[in-house]
């Protein structure tokens, strides 16, 4: 565990921890989830929204402990909520752009696919990589992922 969340891996020891919970309390958890009761049994689509710079929700900030792409941070990407639009940058603009034409085509059709976007991959029920789509203005913008392998699930084993 030392080596994996070290300190210096992620510049504090704070940040190391949020980081080790992140993956055991909701990334592994989540994605064993998709895998073992969803994917079995439908077509399953997943996503990790991964904007470290989104406005939040008006959770209190620290410079110490950045919220990055908290739970429920991408709720503004595709809802006015309170009536008040978010305020964002030009690539999160288009990020939500690109969230809202993913979500009209999966509600549209059952698939998340949208022509002039990446190509959104199925949850694998079975022992493949267990890919998502990432969500994110930053470098990469938006792909698929290995969720398994990014979050380090092969420490926090999910049945």
């Known amino acids: ?29 989540t994605l064993a989830s998709d895998r073992q009761q969803l994917a ?7 996503y990790e929204f991964a904007d470290r710079q989104s406005p939040g929700l008006g959770y209190p900030q620290s410079p110490q402990l950045p919220l990055g792409a908290a739970h429920a941070t991408d709720l503004p990407y595709l809802f006015d909520l309170g009536g008040r639009p978010a305020s964002f940058t030009a ?16 509600a549209r059709t059952g698939a998340p696919d949208h022509r002039n976007l990446p190509h959104w991959p199925q949850v694998p029920a079975r022992a493949t990589t267990p890919y998502v789509q990432r969500l994110d203005t930053g470098p990469g913008g938006i792909h698929r992922v290995d969720d398994a392998a990014e979050h380090h699930c092969r420490l926090w084993p999910q049945g």
């Open 40 to 46: 079995r049994h439908t077509a399953t689509y997943a």
């Open 1 to 29: 565990m030392a080596a994996v969340y070290s300190p210096s891996a992620y510049g504090t020891p704070a940040l190391a921890w949020a980081a080790l919970n992140t993956d055991r309390v909701f990334a592994c958890p």
């Open 91 to 106: 690539a999160q603009n288009r990020l939500a752009a690109h969230m809202i034409d993913y979500w009209t085509a999966f």
